[in-house]
């Protein structure tokens, strides 16, 4: 019998929590999901023998924001500066996750993260917040999340 399985990309499934989707990927764990304001990407690590909730990115259509740490204050994002707020934060994640989990307080994970098993499943962890959002709200390229009739 041969053994694909090391051949697959890691795919979606119910979040632990049922709000969502979630992703295991490089040893952490993502789950994306839709709030009244709009997307929220999660990212949770084992520390100290727990999962935790490391670095969070809240898509809203007013006002998007990120918190590194996650339990950190909100860091507004600057769309004029930075464009499409999904669009950065996935190119974060994707070329930047050791440097955001040091930033955070969480260096130690960046021992025993698969930074580029993440990178490579970076279009999986965008299309998990494009696939949350509801209908009623759409995302303008160049722009992001908006309410389809505003």
């Avoid at 040893?27 to 999660?42: D, E, I, P, Q, V």
């Avoid at 860091?75 to 989990?101: K, S, Y």
């Avoid at 999340?145 to 505003?150: D, E, F, I, K």
Wanted: glycine fraction near 12%; hydrophobic fraction near 40%.
């Amino acid at each position: 019998m041969t053994d694909t399985t090391s051949d697959t990309k890691p795919q979606p499934k119910p979040s632990f929590d049922g709000w969502g989707t979630a992703l295991e990927v490089g040893g952490l764990h993502f789950t994306a999901s839709f709030r009244a304001s709009g997307a929220t990407l999660r990212v949770f690590g084992l520390v100290g023998g727990r999962q935790t909730e490391v670095l969070r990115f809240d898509d809203f259509v007013d006002g998007p924001h990120y918190h590194v740490p996650a339990e950190g204050p909100q860091i507004i994002f600057d769309e004029t500066e930075l464009g499409e707020p999904l669009a950065w934060f996935v190119a974060e994640i994707r070329d930047h996750l050791e440097e955001m989990l040091t930033a955070a307080g969480f260096g130690e994970l960046v021992e025993v993260v698969d930074a580029k098993a993440v990178a490579e499943n970076a279009g999986t962890i965008r299309k998990m917040m494009v696939d949350c959002v509801p209908d009623g709200y759409v995302r303008s390229p160049g722009v992001g999340l908006r309410r389809a009739n505003g």
